[in-house]
């Protein structure tokens, strides 16, 4: 009989003859304690994991009990079966191998290595039936993205009114002769929530975005899916990726020094109310993890921030002078995808969804800096912009705490590292995937050379530049989450697989090149072929 209760726990080393790791507290009591009620063959879980997997957007998973069960010590409780399923896919939320982050990497070691393309993507029930696999990733973006509209909604109290006194302001944005790039900035002021805001907050799962708005952002998705490109790396198949890390990440914000995680719910807090201080809750991770419109922000950027990519690197198409290179001199793709993701939700079939996320002119200007910044800080490429990252990242962490806008600073650095590590997350997780994409890239790099797009041939310096990307940004940048203490020990995982990648690469690196050749050339001879 298996039960689960999630909160936290204290670990432990207890010495002696039969020294052993042990875990402590009042969420083991409580699990120990469900043990008398449960059924054979069953799995039971306690009020605050079904509340996780509603937050989740697993609500599929989960049958409340039909009575309650006494616990010793705890009085009646509400607890949940997990539903049994032959062929358990979640709706919204599994991803195939590929799209792991570093800790379900970790998890799934030892399974088969499955790309995007092999492996479905089920979900609950018959409606998905027969979906293609382009359109499954669809789905799960849209379930991830709903989930954080209704935890926006709840912020407000649930209110969605129209918004078309602010159609002047959409207008306005991005019309002012300027480049995309031209609105970043290096602080963006985020909101803040007071304790009572959180505490008078109504539960996310309760909202419903209504079927209009849901329709919208299906639409709305669907055809930034059908914006990219079929490019072996840069495709939507690597947004869902980014996106997956992004929004793990974002449950893993901790501010310094306090090691408080993030992926109890509000509604949780609140039903231990006296035990947990919402005050410090309500200044969380420096203002990312209580404000739902940041979060949904930084996730809907992960999905758009590819949108329309040549497949080409910047210098090539200001080398070869496009138009877009024409009109934004640098950052050329990441202000094109912007500008393209951004005019479509503008566009008047998008009202009910854009009435989702902002309902004020002040939410609408802080949702747009904050896409601004994070897909600009995807250009991992330009000297400029890294070394002006890099100073403010030494200022935003220095230990000067009386600095104007600090937590404000603090959280603007934070989202751009986040975005970076993301971007690149496949290099910080398990073997086989970071080989995987790895190989993807080099087919798009080697791709655009034989095309005559690019200068010199990729597969002469790959292995050696791949030992150069570990060294100068990969592992620096995994240290950097690790020094600031943002990401707790989440940070150290990333480092381990990276450094670990790192040895793998130099190892095995040079025949995988010639392997990726060879496979290129097989490929192109069986085009030609047919």
Not at 125 to 150: C, F, H, I, P, Y
Not at 184 to 208: G, N, Y
Not at 251 to 263: D, S, Y
Request: hydrophobic share 35%; net charge negative.
């Amino acid at each position: 009989m298996f039960r689960t209760c999630s909160g936290q726990v204290t670990a432990g080393v207890l010495r002696g003859e039969r020294s052993r790791f042990q875990l402590f507290g009042d969420t083991m009591n409580t699990a120990a304690r469900m043990e008398h009620s449960g059924e054979r063959n069953r799995i039971q879980l306690s009020q605050a994991t079904a509340d996780m997997l509603t937050e989740a957007g697993l609500a599929s998973w989960i049958t409340p009990r039909s009575s309650r069960i006494y616990v010793k010590g705890k009085g009646d409780m509400q607890t949940y079966w997990l539903r049994k399923s032959k062929n358990r896919k979640a709706k919204g939320s599994e991803l195939p191998s590929d799209m792991l982050t570093v800790a379900e990497a970790a998890e799934t070691e030892g399974e088969s290595d499955h790309s995007v393309e092999d492996i479905e993507i089920g979900f609950d029930g018959d409606t998905n039936q027969g979906m293609t696999k382009l359109e499954r990733l669809v789905e799960w973006n849209v379930e991830v993205l709903a989930s954080l509209l209704q935890q926006i909604i709840a912020s407000r109290g649930g209110v969605v009114n129209s918004i078309t006194h602010l159609s002047s302001a959409e207008r306005k944005i991005g019309s002012g002769g300027g480049t995309v790039l031209d609105e970043f900035t290096p602080i963006i002021p985020l909101k803040r929530f007071e304790a009572e805001d959180l505490r008078a907050r109504r539960r996310a799962s309760s909202i419903e975005i209504g079927d209009v708005a849901k329709s919208q952002l299906r639409n709305y998705l669907c055809l930034i899916a059908g914006m990219y490109k079929d490019n072996p790396f840069h495709n939507f198949r690597h947004a869902s990726h980014v996106t997956a890390s992004v929004k793990k990440l974002l449950t893993r914000i901790v501010k310094f020094g306090e090691g408080n995680g993030l992926a109890i719910s509000v509604e949780s807090q609140r039903r231990r109310a006296g035990k947990v201080n919402l005050d410090d809750l309500a200044g969380h991770s420096y203002g990312i993890t209580s404000d739902p419109l940041t979060q949904f922000a930084v996730v809907f950027s992960a999905i758009i921030h590819d949108v329309d990519h040549p497949g080409v690197p910047n210098a090539q198409l200001v080398k070869e002078n496009t138009r877009n290179a024409q009109i934004y001199k640098k950052s050329v793709a990441e202000q094109n995808s912007v500008e393209l993701a951004w005019d479509m939700l503008m566009s008047d079939e998008y009202s009910a969804l854009r009435a989702c996320i902002y309902q004020t002119e002040a939410d609408l200007q802080r949702f747009r800096q904050l896409v601004v910044n994070t897909v600009m800080a995807t250009d991992i490429v330009d000297k400029e912009l890294q070394a002006l990252r890099k100073k403010r990242w030494e200022v935003a962490f220095s230990s000067a705490e009386d600095q104007e806008g600090h937590d404000d600073r603090k959280a603007t650095i934070v989202i751009e590292h986040l975005i970076q590590a993301s971007d690149v997350s496949h290099t910080m997780q398990h073997w086989h995937l970071y080989k995987e994409w790895n190989e993807r890239f080099f087919m798009e790099c080697y791709g655009a050379y034989k095309a005559g797009r690019a200068d010199s041939d990729p597969s002469v310096n790959w292995y050696k530049g791949e030992i150069g990307f570990f060294d100068f940004y990969v592992i620096p940048l995994a240290k950097k989450l690790a020094s600031c203490g943002v990401f707790g020990v989440s940070s150290d995982e990333y480092l381990n697989y990276a450094t670990a990648n790192r040895e793998e690469w130099v190892r095995d690196g040079e025949a995988l090149v010639a392997k990726y050749v060879v496979e290129y050339n097989s490929l192109r001879g069986n085009l030609h072929a047919t």
